[in-house]
C-alpha cells in the first residue's frame, strides 16, 4: 500500500481517466461492518472535484492528484485524506484521519454507477413511517447511558423509502445523515471528511431496538428510541459555568502569527467578546466557525470581537497553525484564532481553570464590555438539526444585541 505523502495539488488534467456522475462507496469499520456513503465525481476545464453528499450536505473536495493509477483525494477542513487505485471502474485504497492516532486508516472501496447508499437485496411492500422526534438512549442499562434527540424525516414509503436526519445531544449533532428504511430496519451513515457515523436499530411495536452506532473503526455504542414529540434535553446554557468567586475569565495564547494575545489586551477593551472553544476535527466546530464568519462581519463594526481558542489534535505548532489557516481562509473567517496546543476537554478544563469544566467543542462564552462572563453554552446545534439551528441563532442574534446595547 502506498501510505508515503504527497503533494496535494488541484489536477489539471490532459486527459480525463475518472469516470463522472455519482459513485457508491463503502468504509471497512471491521470485519462484518462496512459503512457506505455516496459522492459524485465532476470534471470541468481539466480539473477533477470529489462531492461529498450526506442528505442536503454537500462537501466538496478539489485537492486531487492523479499520478497513472494512483489517486489521492485530500479533504477539506479536515485533516484526511484518502490514498487508492484506479482499477477499472473502482477506486480501491485506504482513507487516512490525521487527527486520530489509532484505527485511523480504514479500508476504501468505490464503484461507479451505484446511486444507491444501502444496498438490501429485498424488500418488504411498505415500509412503517419513523417520522417524526424520538427519545434516543444510548448505552442503555449502563453507567454511561446519555440522552438524545433522534430527528427523522421519510419520504416514499412504499418499496425504496429514503430515510434523512441526525440526532442531538447535549454536546452538539450528528450531522446529515442520509439512509433508508427496509424490512422494519433503520440504516443511517454519514461521512464528512473528518467523522465516519453508522447507525443500525430494528423497528419493533412502535419501539427502534437493537440499535448500533460505529463511528469510524475506533467507537461503537448500543441503542434505543421510542416516539416523544415534547421530548427535551438540558439547557446548553446550564451545563458549563464559572466557578463561585468568578466573574472573568483570563488566558493568554499564542496567534496564528506566534505572537502571544490576552483577553486582556487593549484590543478587547470594552467590547462584547464571544470566545468559541473549538477544533478544525470537530464538524460542528466548522459548522460554527462558518456562521460566526459571517456574525462577525454584520457585528464587528457594532463593537464584537470573536476569539477562536483552538485545541487541535497535535503537539506541532506549525501544524496546528496550518490546520486553524485552512478553515479561517476557507469561510473568510475575520476574526482572531490563538492556539492552545492543548487538546481535549480536560486539557481544556484545565487551561480555564475558572470553569467547572469544558464538556463540548465547541463551546461558546459571552462577555461584556466590563469583561464579565454572561452565558456559556454547550455544544452547537447544526444546520442538519433544522428547527433547533434556526433558533440557536436567533438567541445568540438577541443576546448579543442586548450586550451591545447595555
Not at 469516470?19 to 469499520?29: D, Q, Y
Not at 487505485?85 to 479500508?107: C, F, Q, T, Y
Not at 483577553?263 to 459548522?287: H, R
Request: glycine share 8%.
Amino acid at each position: 500500500m502506498f501510505i508515503a505523502s504527497l503533494f496535494f495539488f488541484t489536477s489539471t488534467m490532459a486527459q480525463q481517466v475518472l469516470k463522472t456522475g455519482n459513485w457508491r462507496a463503502e468504509l471497512k469499520l471491521n470485519d462484518t461492518t462496512s459503512l457506505p456513503f455516496n459522492f459524485a465525481v465532476t470534471y470541468d476545464l481539466g480539473i477533477y472535484a470529489f462531492v461529498f453528499k450526506n442528505g442536503e450536505e454537500r462537501i466538496t473536495a478539489n485537492e486531487i492528484a492523479i499520478h497513472k493509477d494512483s489517486v489521492f483525494i485530500k479533504m477539506p477542513v479536515f485533516d484526511s485524506e484518502f490514498k487508492c487505485k484506479l482499477i477499472g471502474d473502482s477506486l480501491k485504497g485506504v482513507w487516512i484521519n490525521h487527527a486520530r492516532k489509532e484505527k485511523n486508516i480504514l479500508p476504501f472501496i468505490a464503484g461507479f454507477g451505484n446511486p444507491h447508499r444501502f444496498v438490501i437485496k429485498q424488500w418488504t411492500n411498505y415500509e412503517p413511517v419513523v417520522t417524526g422526534k424520538w427519545e434516543v438512549t444510548f448505552e442503555p442499562g449502563t453507567a454511561d447511558a446519555y440522552k438524545a434527540i433522534g430527528i427523522f424525516e421519510q419520504t416514499n414509503v412504499i418499496q425504496g423509502s429514503v430515510l434523512t436526519g441526525t440526532f442531538s445531544t447535549e454536546t452538539g449533532d450528528y450531522r446529515y445523515l442520509e439512509g433508508i428504511m427496509a424490512n422494519n430496519n433503520l440504516f443511517l451513515s454519514c461521512f464528512d471528511g473528518a467523522h465516519a457515523f453508522l447507525f443500525k436499530a430494528k423497528l419493533k411495536d412502535e419501539q427502534l431496538v437493537n440499535g448500533d452506532f460505529y463511528s469510524g473503526a475506533h467507537g461503537h455504542e448500543t441503542w434505543i428510541a421510542k416516539r416523544n414529540d415534547t421530548v427535551n434535553l438540558r439547557n446548553p446554557n446550564s451545563l458549563t459555568y464559572l466557578k463561585p468567586g468568578y466573574t472573568k475569565l483570563d488566558f493568554s495564547f499564542k496567534n496564528l502569527e506566534g505572537k502571544e494575545v490576552s483577553l486582556s489586551d487593549a484590543k478587547y477593551k470594552n467590547k462584547v467578546i464571544i470566545i468559541q472553544l473549538m477544533g478544525t476535527w470537530c464538524p460542528n466546530c466548522v459548522d460554527e466557525t462558518k456562521d460566526l464568519a459571517t456574525f462577525y462581519d454584520k457585528y464587528h463594526s457594532k463593537g464584537i470581537e470573536i476569539i477562536g481558542l483552538a485545541f487541535e489534535r497535535t503537539d506541532d505548532f506549525s501544524k496546528a497553525v496550518a490546520n486553524v489557516q485552512r478553515l479561517k481562509t476557507r469561510f473568510g473567517a475575520k476574526y482572531d484564532f490563538l492556539v492552545t496546543m492543548k487538546t481535549g476537554a480536560q486539557q481544556a478544563s484545565e487551561a480555564l481553570p475558572m470553569l467547572n469544566k469544558v464538556m463540548a467543542f465547541p463551546t461558546s462564552i459571552y462577555i461584556d464590555k466590563k469583561g464579565e462572563v454572561r452565558k456559556i453554552y454547550t455544544g452547537y446545534y447544526g444546520p442538519a438539526t433544522g428547527k433547533s439551528y434556526l433558533e440557536q441563532e436567533e438567541e445568540t442574534r438577541k443576546f448579543v444585541e442586548k450586550l451591545l446595547a447595555e
